[in-house]
């Protein structure tokens, strides 16, 4: 490989760690849990759908995601591509503090309806650009260090999500005892808005990442056939019905531990936060360590591990009670295990996936299990409200039940990971190309 391609590709990742860390900061700092906080001060009756909608509505946009290899090319190239996608996520959310007062333009109802809408416009914005980033990141990231790399960007922004969030947590804590008068969504609002200038600022390190190799946009019929060859391959097909599964059983528990969290357990923003960022600490510390273990032994044996572990963690929320929540710090802890998931997921879809066709296979992989997650999470919100009148059992007692059964049907996605083809980590041909200028 030419000595300047080296230079370029170190450059490229180095400004992709900057990037990460920024929008993670900012993402730390107006990330769902807060959204779900503000929604109860917007006075929502209906939590759980409430929960659901804003769990699933960025899931629901995502699919739009599909339609990103056919934009990239042909509306801009990638970089611009994904400025632009970035900086329409980061206005989006900048836009909350004024259009979501209820004290303001709107009443609490219209607050909660707006906050959902560009909550969507936000996510599916980034998650336009970040098919592109992926596709951009597979190429700067050679196979054979593509998870050490992964890992240490996701250290970066794990780290900087964490900082975020607990100064999240003690900004809401401490201004109302500071300024009693202001409105209870205020803080929120101040939040989202410096939150938003974070990710405006992660586009500078963006900016100044090396284009590397440009692509021309393929023909509009041949557009459609390659839109519809990931569905053809076996080997990324088996991949994608284990994140239909994965992500199907987490929508359907995840609105319950939120609820169980806030009007159960009663934790407060700080704790919740305080738990989170103890996760991510955790998956600071591990993460380029699982990178370099993929690298070693696959992908695949680290993600049925992480599986198990991450399963594991509803066991705790199983048992939990007012009194013993700290039930809930031990199922943090077995959730540092996502690590290994975030880190090989996207290496594993990427080593799947032909180099010239990285941008329509990340789509659709994120795209169609977007899809299962938004439809389960809805379903899991409606069972939170309704469920204990349909099974005639009260509401509190059918939630550890729930949690059980999640234990039981995430843990069966080690056995689809079986099933998973991974191919053997040599660079391909492509990949060794100088990156055009």
């Not at 700092?29 to 960025?58: D, K």
């Not at 569905?231 to 531990?257: P, V």
Request: charged share 15%; aromatic share 10%; net charge positive.
């Amino acid at each position: 490989m030419p000595l300047n391609t080296v230079r370029i590709r170190r450059r490229a990742r180095r400004m992709a760690l900057w990037n990460g860390v920024l929008w993670a900061i900012g993402n730390g700092l107006a990330g769902s849990t807060l959204v779900i906080y503000l929604t109860r001060e917007l006075h929502a009756e209906r939590l759980g759908l409430y929960v659901s909608l804003i769990l699933a509505a960025p899931q629901v946009a995502g699919l739009l995601q599909l339609a990103a290899p056919a934009m990239i090319g042909r509306l801009a190239d990638r970089r611009r591509f994904c400025l632009g996608a970035f900086s329409t996520s980061a206005l989006a959310l900048l836009a909350w503090p004024c259009v979501c007062s209820p004290d303001w333009l709107l009443s609490p109802g219209g607050a909660l309806a707006a906050l959902i809408v560009l909550w969507c416009m936000h996510h599916v914005a980034h998650s336009l650009g970040m098919v592109a980033l992926w596709s951009w990141l597979a190429d700067m990231a050679p196979t054979r260090i593509r998870g050490r790399f992964l890992g240490w960007r996701q250290r970066w922004t794990v780290g900087g999500g964490a900082v975020a969030a607990v100064a999240a947590g003690l900004f809401v804590w401490r201004l109302p005892k500071t300024f009693s008068a202001l409105p209870s969504w205020m803080p929120y609002g101040i939040l989202t808005a410096v939150g938003a200038a974070f990710m405006l600022a992660a586009l500078w390190p963006l900016a100044r990442m090396p284009a590397l190799a440009r692509r021309s946009p393929a023909p509009p019929r041949r557009a459609v056939r390659l839109l519809l060859k990931p569905l053809t391959d076996t080997r990324f097909l088996r991949l994608l019905l284990y994140g239909c599964w994965f992500s199907f059983w987490n929508g359907i528990t995840n609105s319950a531990q939120r609820v169980f969290t806030v009007a159960v357990l009663e934790l407060d923003l700080l704790t919740s936060l305080t738990l989170e960022t103890g996760t991510r600490l955790g998956q600071w510390a591990i993460s380029p360590r699982v990178g370099r273990l993929a690298d070693r032994l696959g992908n695949r044996p680290v993600m049925i591990a992480s599986q198990l572990l991450v399963a594991a963690g509803l066991l705790c929320y199983a048992v939990a009670t007012p009194a013993g929540w700290l039930w809930a710090a031990v199922a943090a802890a077995l959730w540092v295990a996502y690590a290994g998931l975030n880190v090989c997921l996207p290496s594993l879809t990427l080593r799947l996936s032909p180099r010239e066709l990285n941008t329509t296979y990340v789509a659709t992989f994120d795209g169609v299990r977007g899809l299962f997650y938004a439809a389960s999470t809805v379903l899991g919100g409606l069972l939170v409200d309704s469920g204990h009148r349909w099974f005639g059992c009260d509401r509190l007692a059918m939630l550890p039940i729930l949690f059980v059964f999640g234990w039981a049907v995430r843990s069966l996605g080690a056995v689809l990971l079986l099933l998973i083809i991974e191919p053997p980590a040599t660079e391909r041909r492509s990949d060794e190309r100088p990156p055009g200028r």
